[in-house]
């Protein structure tokens, strides 16, 4: 089985995040995109399209493989199942600097809610935590921003 990345967009509210996440997981490569809990969908099942969603994805929601799941622990499981090392991007007390992980197969970066991020329960199930060091004031980054970031670090070591 060749490298695969995926991306695990686990309750990000805002469809607009979601659309920039779509447009940078396409243009960095990525494989494919699992949208879990109350992450908007391109497209809801009636097939009516998401304008947030397409107003900053720009074509992307359309090219990139993507699936929905209703929880994160069948997904994680099912991709742990399949030799896939499941990252997450949090600020943590055992968090690696995201600069030092060199993934050796097939990875999915899990991220979180806006304003709480990934909880502990979905946490505990990751095979390690990573973070990207602030060096300003604020203490994080917006979640489309840093997925781009983590993302073409990730996948300039495929």
Same mark, same amino acid.
């Given at each position: 089985m060749s490298k695969k990345s995926f991306l695990i967009l686990f309750n990000i509210r805002s469809a607009y995040n979601v659309g920039a996440i779509f447009r940078t997981a396409d243009a960095a490569g990525v494989d494919k995109i699992? !949208?879990?809990?109350v992450t908007p969908c391109p497209a809801d099942k009636f097939g009516r399209v998401s304008g947030q969603i397409a107003k900053t994805a720009l074509g992307a929601e359309k090219a990139m493989a993507w699936e929905y799941k209703k929880t994160i622990a069948l997904l994680i499981a099912k991709l742990k199942k399949e030799g896939v090392q499941i990252i997450a991007l949090e600020q943590a007390e055992n968090s690696l600097d995201y600069r030092k992980l060199k993934p050796k197969g097939s990875w999915a970066l899990v991220l979180g809610e806006e304003t709480?991020? !990934?909880p502990k329960s979905v946490l505990n199930?990751?095979?390690t935590v990573v973070e990207i060091p602030m060096k300003g004031e604020k203490e994080s !980054?917006?979640?489309?921003?840093?997925?781009?970031v983590a993302l073409f670090q990730l996948l300039g070591q495929k």
């Open positions: 699992y !949208l879990v809990g709480k991020g !990934l199930k990751c095979d !980054l917006n979640v489309s921003v840093a997925t781009g």
